[in-house]
Nanobody, 128 residues
């Protein structure tokens, strides 16, 4: 699965931004998907994820209630809606696909899901 993110940019604190991730190929609907971010000097972190059928979602504490993940399998597209943005949300945002198809690994933990395909990333900058 090849992934291309779009929608990043500069936004003021408290504002909103939406990201999209378009997948190539015909297997998008078989893969769990996630959004990660990496800020300068920090490790890449899993923010949110969604199961291949959309039935299960995960949010890390720092984005709960502010970010929303969704997917449209008919359009091979993953979305991230971000609101109430904070300067600490500034980072490069990546979408990623689970290496496995129809995986239920997330039943154990989303952190154990084998995200292996990555997009090129899109910069999100939140000004104070």
């Amino acid at each position: 699965v090849q992934l291309v993110e779009s929608g990043g940019g500069l936004v003021q604190a408290g504002g909103s931004l939406g990201l999209s991730c378009v997948a190539s190929g015909r297997t998008f609907d078989r893969h769990n998907m996630g959004w990660f971010r990496q800020a300068p000097g920090k490790e890449r972190e899993l923010l949110t994820a969604i199961s291949w059928n959309g039935d299960s979602t995960y949010y890390t504490d720092s984005v709960k209630g502010r970010f929303a993940i969704s997917r449209d399998n008919a359009k091979n597209t993953l979305y991230l809606k971000m609101s109430s943005l904070k300067p600490e949300d500034t980072a490069v945002y990546y979408c990623a696909a689970d290496a496995d198809e129809y995986s239920a690994q997330y039943y154990y933990s989303w952190e154990s899901v084998r995200f292996r395909s990555w997009g090129q990333g899109t910069q999100v900058t939140v000004s104070s």
